[in-house]
């Protein structure tokens, strides 16, 4: 189920339903996620994952109900996150990740005493469907931090100042 995120819709139909659940096809969500979705010559709208059947993580599919709420609902924070125990398979990816991200936030006396600067970002690079976000959003986790997912192809635009514009909102 989502919800507009601050805001009411009005006008709700089938129709849009069908876009928006189109636009989350075969992408993982869990309860408590921010999602944009963009809306046929607009800006994109912005939803709250408010609840999941199964609880979890769940993936849209074609067979997967979509509903879209008119009101905005509030989301218990309480809700279970995506963990290292959640990711299967990358367990060398997940370590390394552990290393450049965990260890510098969770001790920086050790890079102090060694001398050395932690690591300023990290870069995950992938096909689709590898797990780059799923372990983004463990990380964020672990790691007590936010996690903003932003697809390129939501912020690009060829006019001057448009991409920036996207990005601040």
């Not at 006396?109 to 300023?120: H, S």
């Not at 790691?143 to 192809?153: D, L, Q, T």
Request: charged content about 25%.
């Amino acid at each position: 189920m989502l919800s507009p995120a601050g805001y009411k819709l009005s006008g709700l139909d089938e129709d849009f339903n069908t876009h928006v659940k189109t636009m989350l096809l075969d992408k993982p969500y869990i309860a408590g996620d921010y999602i944009s979705v963009p809306i046929f010559g607009g800006n994109p709208l912005y939803f709250t994952v408010v609840s999941t059947r199964p609880k979890g993580i769940v993936r849209v599919t074609s067979d997967t109900a979509v509903q879209v709420t008119m009101e905005p609902k509030e989301v218990e924070r309480n809700v279970p996150r995506v963990t290292y125990e959640d990711i299967g398979g990358l367990h060398e990816a997940v370590q390394r990740i552990r290393e450049m991200v965990e260890l510098p936030l969770r001790h920086p006396e050790l890079f102090e005493r060694l001398g050395i600067a932690p690591p300023k970002g990290v870069l995950l690079h992938g096909p689709p469907g590898c797990g780059k976000t799923l372990l983004a959003k463990a990380v964020a986790n672990e790691a007590e931090a936010n996690f903003y997912s932003i697809n390129g192809p939501e912020i690009m635009s060829k006019f001057y100042g448009e991409s920036e514009e996207r990005l601040r909102q």
